[in-house]
T-cell receptor, first 115, second 112 residues
Framework: GAVVSQHPSWVICKSGTSVKIECRSL??????MFWYRQFPKQSLMLMAT?????????EQGVEKDKFLINHASLTLSTLTVTSAHPEDSSFYIC???????????FGEGSRLTVL | GDSVTQMEGPVTLSEEAFLTINCTYT??????LFWYVQYPGEGLQLLLK?????DKGSNKGFEATYRKETTSFHLEKGSVQVSDSAVYFC???????????FGKGTKLSVIP
């Protein structure tokens, strides 16, 4: 089946630094990618939707200047958490929708810990 | 807005036991309903789905029926295996949308 890979799977950073998480569709082209955030024992919360070559659409309450999303190609989207703080510590998950299929494929997630 | 409520876990069952994970939803219109499964260390995978009332989704021995009258989409399996140990997420999407609204997930552990 289609594969979506996230990197890194686990990252620890100091408060005030920026962290970039990559989401790649390995064997298909993804016109749309979604970024989710998951707190412990909570559901996945959609943060933003990104379409290749255009600006991301952010959900209400998500700071676009803090969570920078770039979808520069049909196989790569990046999420950059800028000036990270401990409250940004969370599990970030991406999903991708293929050009020729309506099915969504999910990455394995990236756990961010901000000290 | 849309929401999904699923039973809280963790759920621990013996091998070959019957499984039910309850899921109810609130949504406007006629959403599509999904169950996703996340095995340890892996991304979410679509387990099954149903797009209209009374549809039954099934896969790998799991079943769920779209019940509009009770706004439910309960997941069932007649005989679980150790390999079914995972976190299960119920989700919905509005008609014509690829955006998903998830439940909190239910962790299932199956012991030999």
């Amino acid at each position: 089946g289609a594969v979506v890979s996230q990197h890194p799977s686990w990252v620890i950073c100091k408060s005030g630094t920026s962290v970039k998480i990559e989401c790649r569709s390995l064997d298909f082209q993804a016109t749309t990618m979604f970024w989710y955030r998951q707190f412990p024992k909570q559901s996945l919360m959609l943060m933003a939707t990104s379409n290749e070559g255009s600006k991301a659409t952010y959900e209400q309450g998500v700071e676009k200047d803090k969570f920078l999303i770039n979808h520069a190609s049909l196989t790569l989207s990046t999420l950059t958490v800028t000036s990270a703080h401990p409250e940004d510590s969370s599990f970030y998950i991406c999903s991708a929708r293929g050009v020729n299929t309506g099915e969504l494929f999910f990455g394995e997630g990236s756990r961010l810990t901000v000290l | 807005g849309d929401s999904v409520t699923q039973m809280e876990g963790p759920v621990t069952l013996s091998e070959e036991a019957f499984l039910t994970i309850n899921c109810t939803y609130t949504a406007t219109g006629y959403p599509s309903l999904f169950w996703y499964v996340q095995y340890p260390g892996e991304g979410l995978q679509l387990l099954l789905k149903a797009t209209k009332a009374d549809d039954k989704g099934s896969n790998k021995g799991f079943e769920a029926t779209y019940r509009k009258e009770t706004t439910s989409f309960h997941l069932e399996k007649g005989s679980v295996q150790v390999s079914d140990s995972a976190v299960y997420f119920c989700a919905l999407s509005d008609a014509g949308s690829y955006q998903l609204t998830f439940g909190k997930g239910t962790k299932l552990s199956v012991i030999p």
